[in-house]
């Protein structure tokens, strides 16, 4: 079973609304929780990277917030246009995890449309 | 930010060929690189950690003899795909880290295709 859970798995959404994508993951003990922007066709690129301690995170138009307590977080976009159609994938890394090994979401595929 | 790149970015190959694909760090040394491959509307699937200077460790499930992964150098790392079948038509993505960070740097991937 993934021990990380993304929802939803696609949205569509018109430029300039807000919206906001959710995490869930069973990993433990856990380490830190990144979000990942991937376009198609495209490696993955880093959008913001949280450990245990931080709650939120943000990285121009994009905030991410993480509950450890409850394994959830959170990407908000804001503001949204055409070029953050993406797939956004959260990328859990467990502290008995090797360097650089993560446990991947499947994604969520965001259209943003004129 | 530091840079992964990752050659070729597309490839057709021959049913029973071979195809490598690099993955080299640009600005950083990585002593450890990942290989991942991914189908549409997928997640990215771990099939290997290379290890500069060492053999592969290789995710259950993943023929290490059909996927050959070299890490000669602290900024390469190449997987060869052998005797490419069309099963093996994917989309083939490296990262890597930067030793004491915990960044991890993807490259752009390399789209297979086996005909």
């Known amino acids: 079973k993934n021990q990380v859970e993304q929802s939803p798995q696609s949205l569509i959404i018109l430029e300039g609304k807000n919206c906001t994508l959710q995490?869930?993951?069973?990993?433990?003990?856990?380490?830190?929780l990144r979000w990942y922007k991937q376009d198609t066709g495209r490696g993955p690129v880093s959008l913001t990277i949280m450990t245990f301690s931080e709650n939120t995170k943000s990285n121009g138009r994009y905030t991410a917030t993480l509950d450890a307590d409850t394994k959830q977080s959170s990407l908000h976009i804001t503001a949204s246009q055409l070029s953050d159609s993406a797939s956004y994938i959260c990328?859990?890394?467990?502290?008995?995890?090797?360097?650089?090994?993560?446990?991947f979401g499947a994604g969520t595929q965001v259209v943003v449309t004129p | 930010g530091a840079v992964v790149s990752q050659h070729p970015s597309r490839v057709i190959c021959k049913s029973g060929t071979s195809v490598k694909i690099e993955c080299r760090s640009l600005d950083f040394q990585a002593t450890t690189m990942f290989w991942y491959r991914q189908f549409p509307k997928q997640s990215l699937m771990l099939m290997a950690t290379s290890n500069e200077g060492s053999k592969a460790t290789y995710e259950q499930g993943v023929e290490k003899d059909k996927f050959l992964i070299n890490h000669a150098s602290l900024t390469l790392s190449t997987l060869t795909v052998t005797s490419a079948h069309p099963e093996d038509s994917s989309f083939y993505i490296c990262?890597?880290?930067?030793?004491?960070?915990?960044?991890?740097?993807f490259g752009q991937g390399t789209r297979l295709t086996v005909v």
């Open positions: 990328v859990v890394s467990g502290r008995t995890d090797s360097w650089g090994k993560f446990q």
């Open positions: 990262s890597a880290t930067r030793t004491g960070e915990g960044e991890a740097f």
């Open positions: 995490c869930n993951y069973t990993v433990s003990p856990f380490s830190n």
